[in-house]
């Protein structure tokens, strides 16, 4: 990131003595529009293309900048410079109003997301056309007078015009490079993971708004006043947050410089078929370029050159560092001694009368179950029992209907799942979730930054490396989890859990789909897991793997528990043999019961 710093730095500083060129002012208008174009676009991608959250709505806020501009330089007569922290103030703030109710409802994402900030443009418009701030005939600052900071009024411009685009391209770096931004592109791929990894998926989006709406704002003051003349019709259009969104697409909404390179295009494009009939050229060269990037560069011109010379360097293949090149665990991994639970067998997670509704359907009625520290406890049950929805539950992806969840004696139920990861509690998904435009290794590390651990990034690196000897994943650190097969995204499920070192780790169905040999291999990582110290709570289908494992198994039938206790004994009574299994199961059952614990590569786990 220094680097990068470094060059904009440099080129600002550069670019900031083009004044004193002696340059027409032609010229300076045009790398104004650029400058304006560059601030616009990439204060949009802070929020829409970071977090995939697509705001139609920048055109409100670079609105309420200008009019807050110009209500406060022609009115009050408050000089100009000193309106634009207001403007950034006043659009950051409408934008954390918006965010605020938007946000807290669930069913507000991808399109409708969308439909409500444009609709929220509207409402804007019309309440200043009705009101006295605009009233109509929009508002004329020719009487404002331009700072003297550049030599001519259009230097100043320009000037000011570098400042908020290095402002806002500076912004958008350190968020990218930041934890915020980490936690952004978890919410791009998967919001409900990155929240149960710990990630404040509320505070983050609405963080990311309020400082995209309020750069936005920044830029509208700037331009209030070079156009001089404010009226409704001309900002609150559908153009300008339409022409944000492309530039950005263009450019690549996945990196901090996309949208420089897209809004430097597209610009430079429009501007060069100005007057006369080649406007309409340049229009349609610039929705040409534009089909076929999304066509043929998804990622944008900028994410495609970096793709591009991320392959001629070997993509998918980082070094390890040397401590982490340890070889799988299924081929005779690192020894791990087991270690002695402090507190073993207390109560570390119980359930009170848990009931869970999805309209209708009652997924829990009322499950009560205790899991103590040090043990793997299995949740059996038929197909559609609720074992799935008590982990969504404990792990806060669902809330409660009633009923309480308390977790090394506070309660979680009610408190959102971030919270609820980073008291120490990681859960993997039946059909894996990784976040797909993140690496194996970064995918690894996410949990380690939110998780109970909270590390620093590096750390987290270094932690993620060390999990990845553990699942055997190393040599697939750079990958992408659509490159991995289905027996690796299992295990990447096991390393995000591991790496935010919980004490409760809820496994569901980790074993489905593996064939005998895969599923012996995970059997062994699961008890080198509880070896490490956590207690597990373990959904399974596959018998021979929960009596191999499980300390206690509780059988969920019908969103109740059925029977409890140690799992021979539980699997042979007969209300579980005939409500859980089935007759036609029950000797299944009993076998699976009498059946001695599949081999094992490694020690014996130390039962607390
Ligand atoms: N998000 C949801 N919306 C509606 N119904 C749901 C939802 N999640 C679960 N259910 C319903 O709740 C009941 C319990 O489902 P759950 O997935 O918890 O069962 P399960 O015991 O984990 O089953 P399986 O072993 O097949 O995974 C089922 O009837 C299911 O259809």
Known sequence: MKRSLLVILAAGAGLAT??????????????????????LATSWNLLSGYSGYFSFGHGAFFGIGMYTTATLATRFDIPFLWTLPAAGLVAALFGTLLGAVAFRVQAVRAELFSLLTLAATFVVATLILNTPIDGGPGVYMSAVPVPAIGPTASGTFYL??????????????????????????????????????????????LGAFALSCGLAGVVGGVQALFISYVTTGDTFTI?????????????????????????????????????????????????????????????????QALKW????????????????????????????????????????????????????????????????????????????????????????????????IEFDGRRISGIPAHRIAHGG????????????????????ALPAMFGAASLDRRTAEAEAWQWLAFTGLTERAGALPGELNLHQRKFLEFARALASRP???MLDEVLSGLTPSEIDEAVALIRRIRDQGATIVFVEHVMRAVMALCDRVVIFHR??????????????????????????????????ADEAPIPIAVAEPSHA
């Open 18 to 39: 083009v004044p004193w060129l002696g340059l027409p002012a032609f010229y300076e208008s045009i790398l104004y529009l650029v400058l304006h174009w560059i601030a």
């Open 160 to 205: 000011l015009a570098l400042a908020v685009a290095l402002a806002t391209v500076v912004a958008a770096l350190v968020v990218y490079h930041s934890r915020f931004g980490t936690g952004l592109f978890a919410i791009h791929d998967d919001e409900d993971v990155a929240e149960v990894m710990g990630v404040p998926t509320f505070r983050y989006k």
């Open 239 to 303: 153009a300008l947050p339409l022409t944000v969104v492309l530039m950005a697409v263009l450019g690549g909404t996945r990196h901090w410089a996309g949208p420089i390179v897209g809004a430097t295009a597209i610009t430079l494009l429009l501007y060069a078929f100005t007057g006369g009939d080649t406007a309409i050229i340049g229009k349609g060269l610039t929705g040409l370029v534009l089909i076929v990037v999304i066509l043929f560069m998804p990622e944008g011109l900028l994410g």
């Open 309 to 404: 010379w991320h392959a001629r360097r070997g993509a998918g293949t980082i070094a390890a560092p040397a401590p982490a090149r340890a070889p799988a665990l299924a081929t005779g991994g690192p020894a791990v001694s087991p270690r002695p639970v402090a507190g073993a067998g207390e109560v570390l997670l119980r359930a009170r009368g848990v009931r869970k509704s999805f309209k209708g359907v009652q997924a829990l009625r009322g499950v009560d179950l205790e899991l103590r520290r040090g043990e793997i406890l299995g949740l059996l049950g038929p197909n559609g029992s609720g074992k799935s929805t008590f982990i969504n539950v404990a792990s806060g992806h669902y809330a409660v209907t009633a009923g309480v």
């Open 425 to 444: 509690m990681a859960r993997t998904y039946q059909i894996p979730r990784p976040f797909a435009h993140l690496t194996v290794l970064e995918n690894v």
């Open 503 to 505: 004490q409760v780790l």
């Open 559 to 592: 969103g109740e528990v059925l029977a409890e206790g140690e799992p021979r004994e539980v699997m042979q009574r007969p209300a579980v043999v005939s409500a859980y299994l089935g007759q036609a199961m029950a000797p299944a059952c009993a076998e699976a």
